[in-house]
Structures are given as structure tokens and as C-alpha cells.
């Protein structure tokens, strides 16, 4: 018969006691840890800002004038990010992401133009959409935005309200007021429904298949792709890729685009701050043709990049200017109020492990632009392109042309002629080579 153990009640009541005790103990121990780690952070928030702060309550107390404050959070949000001394990050007022967000589905209400800061309070135009309304009504790449309707662009209180008032309903009229070579010029443009199309072809002589692609932006891979086996349809045997004044995209999609064309391997790879990395390749079906990359100082980031990949592997040869030197990824990170970061996360590295930053993609064969030629742009012809005839040249050269048969020379005095039976010269006797499939 086993023995029973009892214990008393008090002793019982005593135990509960003492283990509540304990857990109370370590409970508060661990709140009092966490509360003094968050303490601790909040007064370092403090200690950062303090210098902010005490602007602010100096702006409240003495100043006269009138000022929003929304304006004032954006600025001091906007400085900070561009104190960090990066030209590829920067801050987005909730109407600047909202623009952005529009031209990312690459079509918006508007005139078809690409305006940033050119020197203080100038914007310079950096590209024209073409078959837009601003390029049909005349304007250009590199005019200075002076006034809109007749209002200087210095006397927008923000960016937003400039970007805002060229903007605006389908059918109506703005007249944008240009500074160009010196000349202010007035366009009225009307505003329309504005698709940036990122792919544009043509079937050159000699079967030179031209793809001019002005971005990287969503669903362009999938059109690359549609209008690339439509040029090899046609009949292309060489390729030439124009990334001039492509100011870059999604690297995903630059990536689907490469692996049309390049062998199995690294296309692109990322290096992230806490040391994180991340490689996008290729596999081995790609297209074996000759291939020419045209390149300027508006290539920038994805459009660099597309350039290198196919320079390093020998896949074609880049022609033109050297690129901008961009080697920074960056993503754009909304905030709770709409407006956001683009910030620079990560750096690329080409193929060959190589960053690009400060230094860009140096042509194989460099060919400087006129600037003549540079600002009238989108109207030159094949002819006129001095880097695309070089491009040509380069997939396509001319074939030269067959030499003439040698007149057979009558026998001298004192020989005689071949014997009957033996062969003749075979240039007499069989028709010139002909020349080679272009």
C-alpha cells in the first residue's frame, strides 16, 4: 500500500504566493527592460531632432509672414534626404508620388514632356514624347521651361504647383513659354491623354532590325519581345539598340529583355547594406547575330546596364558617348501621408563584377553627336544620325563589290596558245563570285 503525501493548505497558499511573486518579478523586470530600451531610443530621437525643433519653435514664435506647415515638414524632409549627398535619391510630395505612380503605367492626362531642374529656379526639358501633343505643337528636347500661361516658373510656390498647372483635362489649352539658344518661344499646346511608348522599330536596308527603347517600365519586356521576333520575321540579320536618353526602370524587366540575347550567365548583381546579395541571369537560348548598343550621357541606370551586359560578353558592340554612371538601385517608399523616398538600397555590378557609379559605360567606338544635331534630336532622319549610321556600319558593313574579270591577254609573239584539251583561265570561264548575303 503506497504512502500519501498531503500538504497543507497554507502551505499550498504559501507556494502560489511565492510563484506569482516570481512571475511578478520577472514580468516587471522584463517591462522595466523594455520600456528603458524604448526611453532610451525616444531621448536619441530627441537629442537628433532637437536642432529641428528648436527652428521650428523660433519659426512659431518670431516670424511675421505666413507659411504652410505642410510645405515646411516637406521641405525639412526633402533637405534631409538631399543631404545625404546622393543625386539618385530624393523625397516626393504626395502629388509628386501620385505623378509618378501615373507615369509608371506609362499613360497620364497631360502634354508629353520629361521637365527637371536644369540650374536653380530653371526646368530644363529633358524629353518629349513622341506623337505628343508638346512635340506636335513644337517644342524640344533641352528648351528651358520658362513660364506656364504666362506665369514665370519661379513664382510656383513648389514644384507640385508648376508640374500642376502644366497638367490638367483632356481638350484644353496651356501655353508653355521656352527658352531655346537664347529665343523665348510660346507653344500652345493641348493637353491629351499621353501613352509613353517605350518601343519603337524599323527595318533598316541591309536588314538591319533598329529597336529604339526610351525605358524600362512595366510590361515593356513583354513588348520588347513581341516587336523583336516581329523585326526577325521580317527578315533581320543584325540588331542595333538604341538606349539614348533611356533614363533606366525595373530591373526585372531590363533582365527578361537581356535574356533574349545573351548566353547563360550573371546579367546583373546587387550588394544590399546589411550584406545581403542578389544575382539575376540568363540561360543558354539566345540570339547569335551581329549587334550594335547606341549609348549618350541619358543613359542612365537600367539603360547603362543593358549596355554592359551585352559589351561584356562580346554579344555587341556599344556605340556612341559614354553613359551617365549610375550604379545605385533604388525603390520608392510611400509614406503614411502619400507623399515618399526614393532611396537609393543597393548597388549594381556588371556581368564582370564592375560598378558603374561616377564612371558609366565607355563606348567601343565613340562618336560625339553635333550639338546641333543633339538638340534637334527626334526629327533627324537615318542619315542624319551619326551614331546610328556608325552603328550600321558596324552589324552591316557595305560589301564590297566583286572585281571585274581579267581580259585575257593575247598570247606574245613567238608562244603558243594552250594546248587543246587543257584548262582554260577560270576567270574566263565562270561567272564572278557573287557578293555576300547582307
Not at 120 to 139: F, H, R, S
Not at 400 to 421: L, N
Request: with cysteine.
Amino acid at each position: 500500500m503506497k504512502k500519501k503525501h498531503t500538504i497543507r493548505v497554507g502551505a499550498a497558499l504559501m507556494l502560489i504566493f511565492l510563484a506569482a511573486v516570481a512571475t511578478f518579478n520577472i514580468t516587471f523586470f522584463l517591462s522595466t527592460e523594455y520600456y528603458s530600451m524604448r526611453l532610451s531610443n525616444l531621448q536619441q530621437l530627441e537629442s537628433r531632432y532637437q536642432k529641428l525643433k528648436e527652428a521650428a519653435d523660433y519659426v512659431d514664435e518670431y516670424f511675421v509672414g505666413e507659411y504652410d506647415e505642410q510645405a515646411l515638414i516637406d521641405g525639412a524632409v526633402a533637405g534631409y534626404i538631399d543631404a545625404l549627398g546622393d543625386r539618385w535619391s530624393g523625397y516626393y510630395s504626395a502629388e509628386q508620388t501620385q505623378t509618378l505612380m501615373e507615369e509608371e503605367q506609362n499613360s497620364y492626362v497631360g502634354v508629353g514632356v520629361t521637365i527637371s531642374y536644369a540650374e536653380g529656379t530653371e526646368y530644363q526639358i529633358t524629353a518629349v514624347t513622341q506623337g505628343g501633343p508638346a512635340e506636335a505643337a513644337g517644342i524640344q528636347p533641352f528648351d528651358v521651361l520658362t513660364a506656364v500661361d504666362g506665369v514665370a516658373v519661379q513664382d510656383f510656390a513648389t514644384y507640385d504647383d508648376m508640374v500642376g498647372a502644366v497638367r490638367g483635362e483632356a481638350g484644353t489649352d496651356v501655353v508653355l513659354t521656352v527658352l531655346r539658344e537664347g529665343e523665348a518661344l510660346d507653344f500652345t499646346v493641348t493637353r491629351a491623354e499621353v501613352y509613353n511608348e517605350q518601343i519603337e522599330t524599323a527595318l533598316l536596308d541591309g536588314g538591319v532590325g533598329y529597336i529604339s527603347i526610351a525605358g524600362f517600365e512595366s510590361n515593356v519586356d513583354l513588348e520588347f519581345e513581341q516587336k523583336l521576333q516581329e523585326l526577325l520575321d521580317q527578315g533581320a540579320t543584325s540588331l542595333i539598340f538604341d538606349v539614348r536618353f533611356n533614363m533606366g526602370g525595373y530591373v526585372e524587366v531590363m533582365c527578361n529583355m537581356l535574356d533574349k540575347l545573351l548566353p547563360e550567365g550573371t546579367i546583373i548583381s546587387m550588394s544590399y547594406k546589411d550584406g545581403r546579395t542578389r544575382s539575376y541571369t540568363s540561360d543558354a537560348e539566345c540570339l547569335e547575330m551581329p549587334m550594335a548598343v547606341l549609348t549618350n550621357a541619358y543613359s542612365v541606370s537600367a539603360a547603362e546596364f543593358f549596355a554592359a551586359a551585352l559589351q561584356e560578353y562580346g554579344a555587341a558592340t556599344v556605340v556612341g558617348e559614354s553613359t551617365g554612371g549610375k550604379g545605385y538601385a533604388q525603390t520608392l517608399i510611400t509614406m503614411e501621408d502619400g507623399s515618399s523616398i526614393n532611396l537609393s538600397i543597393a548597388r549594381y555590378y556588371t556581368p564582370k563584377g564592375v560598378s558603374l557609379a561616377g564612371v558609366g559605360v565607355t563606348p567601343d567606338i565613340e562618336v560625339i553627336m553635333p550639338e546641333e544635331d543633339l538638340y534637334n534630336f527626334y526629327s533627324l532622319t537615318p542619315e542624319q544620325d551619326v551614331q546610328l549610321q556608325q552603328a550600321i556600319a558596324v552589324v552591316a558593313p557595305p560589301a564590297e563589290a566583286p572585281a571585274d574579270p581579267a581580259e585575257p591577254s593575247a598570247p606574245a609573239e613567238g608562244t603558243t596558245t594552250p594546248a587543246e584539251g587543257a584548262a582554260a583561265p577560270a576567270d574566263s570561264t565562270t561567272e564572278p563570285a557573287a557578293p555576300p548575303a547582307q
